[in-house]
């Protein structure tokens, strides 16, 4: 490859048996890095993201390109020999398995992490489960949004006087797919030395709670249930969106010089001698009556204004974007985090790090179905009556 950040993981061959989101956003990653990735999929229709929305590409939805560019794609039927020989054959070639099959399916097909582990003891095994491979909700199927709901994430998000709800990105099944990434590394590395491979496990609910962590450990140790800001933070006041006149702009003033920046900004440098404002701790007591006088100074004022004025004096404020405004802006444009896929017309979102300053390009779309069967010498469909 020309960009040596897409090929620092030449060499590294993984077998992906992933559905949707988070077995195919870790192999995605892997592939976006170099590795060689081939994703098994049911001969009858495929991963199930090819139909998650209208036809976007060869009759598969965007969804599918996101999640599985730059893979390999062979159908193959599992519950047949042929299909459970080609398996043992590609398993084998291959240094990394990923697959978030439902609980049970793997021992039902032969190819749980202890048996596949026992006859290839250098494969890296990654499972992805939605509650778990312990507890007794172990074999339970999940999603993203029941898992956010589960798990205690949705009750933080919001405002105080809104219902749960959950995050707009699939923030579980992505952060899943990341854990993977990281500990198939990680356990790669260790066989360098040791010449074993392993077993990955981690789930949806477990990373829920590891994005939830820092308010679970609040309750664990203080007993201090976690309080709904919106935009806002426990811990900092005022540091959270703000109606201008021309849109919403969020300020952060995490510690007390930076308010007093932001009070003589707004033209009141008495609430510096104010005991009821002086302090980040007095303040937090006294938000109601602090947000009483400032949000209408903020509304008075068009947002560009403020954003000049803020910057300006150093006090950190952002505007709160619409995707399309965000993507406009001069500085997400100079990151170059949209990529163009091989030689297909469109683009991508692409991985969020650069490797002696090359950021990582999209070497390939989403395969068709089938479509790497016959070069890894398989017929067009491996199945019972093959």
Same mark, same amino acid.
């Given at each position: %490859?020309?960009? @040596?950040?897409?090929?620092?993981?030449?060499?590294?061959?993984?077998?992906?048996?992933?559905?949707?989101?988070?077995?195919?956003?870790?192999?995605?990653?892997?592939?976006?890095?170099?590795?060689?990735?081939?994703?098994?999929? @049911?001969?009858?229709?495929?991963?199930?993201?090819?139909? %998650?929305?209208?036809?976007?590409?060869?009759?598969? /939805?965007?969804?599918?390109?996101?999640?599985?560019?730059?893979?390999?794609?062979?159908?193959?039927?599992?519950?047949?020999?042929?299909?459970?020989?080609?398996?043992?054959?590609?398993?084998?070639?291959?240094?990394?398995?990923?697959?978030?099959?439902? #609980?049970?399916?793997?021992?039902?097909? $032969?190819?749980?992490?202890?048996?596949?582990?026992?006859?290839?003891?250098?494969?890296?095994?990654?499972?992805?489960?939605?509650?778990?491979?312990?507890?007794?909700?172990?074999?339970?199927?999940?999603?993203?949004?029941?898992?956010?709901?589960?798990?205690?994430?949705?009750?933080?998000? $919001?405002? +105080?006087?809104?219902?749960? %709800?959950?995050?707009?990105?699939?923030?579980?099944?992505?952060?899943?797919? %990341?854990?993977?990434?990281?500990?198939?590394?990680?356990?790669?590395?260790?066989?360098?030395?040791?010449?074993? $491979? $392993?077993?990955?496990?981690?789930?949806?609910?477990?990373?829920?709670?590891?994005?939830?962590?820092?308010?679970?450990?609040?309750?664990?140790?203080?007993?201090?249930? +976690?309080?709904?800001?919106?935009?806002?933070?426990?811990?900092?006041? #005022?540091?959270?969106?703000?109606?201008?006149?021309?849109?919403?702009?969020?300020?952060?003033?995490?510690?007390?010089?930076?308010?007093?920046?932001?009070?003589?900004?707004?033209?009141?440098?008495?609430?510096?001698?104010?005991?009821?404002?002086?302090?980040?701790?007095?303040?937090?007591?006294?938000?109601? /009556?602090?947000?009483?006088?400032?949000?209408?100074?903020?509304?008075?004022?068009?947002?560009?204004?403020?954003?000049?004025?803020?910057?300006?004096?150093?006090?950190?404020? /952002?505007?709160?974007?619409?995707?399309?405004?965000?993507?406009?802006? #001069?500085?997400?444009? /100079?990151?170059?985090?949209?990529? +163009?896929?091989?030689?297909?017309?469109?683009?991508?979102?692409?991985?969020?790090?650069?490797?002696?300053?090359?950021?990582? @390009?999209?070497?390939?779309?989403?395969?068709?179905?089938?479509?790497?069967?016959?070069?890894?010498?398989?017929?067009?469909?491996?199945?019972?009556?093959?």
């Amino acid at each position: %490859m020309n960009s @040596r950040g897409s090929g620092v993981l030449e060499g590294v061959r993984v077998l992906e048996l992933g559905q949707v989101l988070a077995g195919p956003f870790a192999s995605a990653i892997l592939a976006d890095l170099g590795a060689d990735v081939v994703k098994l999929e @049911r001969i009858e229709g495929g991963d199930d993201a090819r139909r %998650m929305g209208p036809d976007f590409r060869h009759g598969d /939805a965007l969804n599918f390109q996101v999640f599985n560019r730059g893979k390999q794609s062979v159908a193959i039927d599992l519950k047949s020999d042929a299909g459970k020989v080609a398996f043992e054959r590609l398993v084998a070639e291959a240094d990394i398995f990923i697959h978030n099959l439902r #609980p049970g399916v793997p021992l039902a097909l $032969g190819i749980d992490g202890p048996s596949v582990c026992a006859r290839h003891p250098l494969l890296i095994y990654c499972e992805i489960s939605a509650f778990g491979h312990l507890g007794p909700m172990a074999s339970r199927p999940g999603y993203e949004p029941l898992v956010q709901a589960f798990s205690g994430l949705s009750s933080t998000n $919001g405002g +105080p006087n809104d219902p749960p %709800m959950r995050a707009g990105a699939s923030i579980c099944d992505q952060g899943s797919g %990341m854990w993977v990434v990281i500990g198939a590394l990680s356990m790669l590395q260790r066989r360098t030395h040791t010449g074993q $491979g $392993g077993i990955l496990q981690t789930s949806l609910l477990e990373t829920a709670l590891v994005w939830n962590g820092q308010k679970a450990d609040a309750f664990t140790n203080e007993g201090a249930l +976690p309080q709904r800001h919106r935009s806002g933070h426990p811990g900092f006041v #005022p540091y959270e969106a703000f109606d201008t006149a021309d849109g919403p702009l969020l300020i952060c003033c995490g510690n007390d010089r930076l308010f007093s920046k932001l009070a003589v900004e707004v033209g009141h440098p008495e609430w510096l001698n104010d005991e009821r404002f002086s302090t980040n701790r007095a303040r937090l007591s006294n938000k109601a /009556a602090l947000f009483e006088q400032l949000e209408p100074l903020m509304a008075a004022t068009a947002r560009t204004e403020w954003i000049a004025r803020f910057e300006s004096a150093g006090v950190p404020c /952002a505007p709160v974007h619409t995707v399309p405004e965000a993507l406009a802006h #001069p500085q997400v444009r /100079a990151l170059g985090m949209l990529s +163009p896929v091989g030689d297909d017309d469109f683009s991508l979102t692409t991985l969020p790090l650069t490797i002696d300053g090359e950021r990582p @390009r999209l070497k390939a779309g989403a395969p068709r179905l089938g479509a790497h069967n016959e070069i890894h010498g398989l017929p067009a469909f491996i199945s019972q009556n093959t």
